[in-house]
């Protein structure tokens, strides 16, 4: 049997778009030209699809364009004397941070021109303050794009079949008056006091600060980085957040910077309980070179467990080993090695009676050297004229 459309759209999924990509940047930029002042022009010619890879995911519901690609854009102009010229422009950057997040600007590596023609200094100048606008605005297209053309391969349709047996609704035309005069009633929202929840806990090490991982969890302007969507967040107490593109939001409850993070947690999605709060708590345990981070969702709804918790471990552990924070794999009660009590013991012994055959053999010798010299004494009190008269 085949998964209700709410539930199969939940799921994580995937496509990888990078042949498209670069039909669609060939196509949609080389339709792109500029007229200057006179007789001066400007043409995108051709691109060249350098690196990089294009997908179009899918997280609870919610269609997300993933990419960062570098291309390069060969152009042509005419400047006012009519010199014919043919350059290039680098774009080291194309991605979802920069077009819809707006985390940084774009860069442009320019081929500069070695001619001293007034007129072709003229044209590059040209072409560096109106090219660039020209281009971002495709580039604003691009993800929309991305889902247009692709978001029904990864969307399972909500409407009913149109092939086979008809839809049971069909038979509710005939139905009494009393029926057939309004819409399906709504199933009604289970009563807080009388839904069952459970608790989930995920904990993860990671080779980062406290401080850096707090950031990352409640900065608006870093969320993007690992959810790889828009996010909302004034990481203050009684305040909403939006993660995800609005699939969990919530509000703030309260904030240790570098310690804990408590807030409300709703799912935007048909399987969670209307109008019910679970309660977030990340809690950061920093040691010499990591940090753990412990996860606890509180109020989770009997029988969401195996999947809220896969979505926890995919969605927030994941999103942070894919930007290059390093989990540990360690067990959660993991503890530095401690040497054992008898080996720590043994040294200290040897130690001590390292000192006292020391002291020891010290005594020993300050003996044997007072002994010496009362031996001695007798001899050394002759003065060297005396002995010398006594042998003779």
């Known amino acids: 049997m085949s998964m209700p459309s709410t539930t199969a759209n939940w799921h994580w999924k995937n496509k990888n778009v990078t042949p498209w990509a670069k039909?669609?940047?060939?196509?949609?930029?080389?339709?792109?030209?500029?007229?200057?002042?006179?007789?001066?022009?400007?043409?995108?010619?051709?691109?060249?699809?350098?690196?990089?890879?294009?997908?179009?995911?899918?997280?609870?519901?919610?269609?997300i364009t993933i990419y960062d690609c570098k291309i390069?854009?060969?152009?042509?102009?005419?400047?006012?004397?009519?010199?014919?010229?043919?350059?290039?422009?680098?774009?080291?950057?194309?991605?979802?941070?920069?077009?819809?997040?707006?985390?940084?600007?774009?860069?442009?590596?320019?081929?500069?021109?070695?001619?001293?023609?007034?007129?072709?200094?003229?044209?590059?100048?040209?072409?560096?303050?109106?090219?660039?606008?020209?281009?971002?605005?495709?580039?604003?297209?691009?993800?929309?794009a991305i889902t247009e053309k692709h978001g029904k391969d990864l969307t399972v349709s909500?409407?009913?079949?149109?092939?086979?047996?008809?839809?049971?609704?069909?038979?509710?035309?005939?139905?009494?008056s009393t029926t057939a005069s309004s819409s399906p009633a709504p199933a009604k929202p289970m009563a807080k006091n009388a839904l069952n929840t459970s608790k989930i806990v995920k904990e993860a090490s990671f080779m980062a600060s406290a401080d850096d991982l707090f950031g990352?969890?409640?900065?608006?302007?870093?969320?993007?980085?690992?959810?790889?969507?828009?996010?909302?967040?004034?990481?203050?107490?009684?305040?909403?957040?939006?993660?995800?593109?609005?699939?969990?939001?919530?509000?703030?409850?309260?904030?240790?910077?570098?310690?804990?993070?408590?807030?409300?947690?709703?799912?935007?999605?048909?399987?969670?309980p209307s109008e019910h709060e679970a309660t977030f708590t990340t809690t950061l345990e920093q040691s010499s070179d990591s940090t753990k981070v412990v996860f606890s969702l509180a109020g989770v709804p009997k029988g969401m467990e195996d999947e809220i918790e896969r979505n926890i471990d995919g969605y927030y552990i994941h999103g942070l080993k894919s930007i290059g924070y390093v989990q540990l794999i360690v067990s959660p009660t993991y503890t530095q090695p401690r040497r054992a009590p008898e080996t720590s013991r043994l040294p200290t012994l040897g130690k001590r009676g390292d000192v006292a055959s020391s002291n020891t053999t010290t005594a020993?010798?300050?003996?044997?050297?007072?002994?010496?010299?009362?031996?001695?004494?007798?001899?050394?009190?002759?003065?060297p004229v005396s002995l010398h008269s006594s042998a003779k």
């Open 23 to 63: 039909a669609w940047f060939q196509e949609e930029l080389t339709k792109i030209s500029i007229e200057g002042n006179g007789n001066e022009n400007i043409k995108v010619t051709s691109t060249s699809w350098l690196d990089g890879d294009v997908e179009l995911g899918q997280r609870k519901s919610k269609l």
């Open 158 to 176: 909500m409407e009913p079949s149109r092939t086979g047996t008809p839809a049971p609704a069909t038979a509710s035309v005939t139905a009494p």
């Open 72 to 144: 390069s854009v060969e152009w042509t102009g005419t400047a006012s004397d009519g010199t014919d010229i043919k350059s290039n422009v680098t774009i080291p950057e194309v991605s979802h941070e920069i077009t819809l997040d707006g985390l940084s600007n774009y860069t442009y590596n320019w081929s500069e021109s070695e001619s001293t023609n007034p007129a072709v200094a003229a044209l590059y100048a040209l072409a560096k303050e109106r090219l660039p606008v020209a281009l971002e605005a495709k580039f604003a297209e691009f993800p929309v």
């Open 216 to 272: 990352l969890f409640t900065d608006q302007q870093r969320i993007p980085s690992w959810t790889r969507a828009p996010a909302e967040s004034s990481a203050k107490a009684d305040t909403p957040y939006s993660l995800f593109g609005g699939g969990v939001k919530g509000k703030y409850i309260s904030l240790t910077p570098g310690k804990e993070i408590v807030q409300t947690w709703v799912l935007s999605n048909p399987t969670w």
């Open 364 to 383: 020993v010798a300050i003996a044997v050297v007072v002994l010496a010299a009362a031996f001695c004494l007798p001899y050394l009190s002759y003065s």
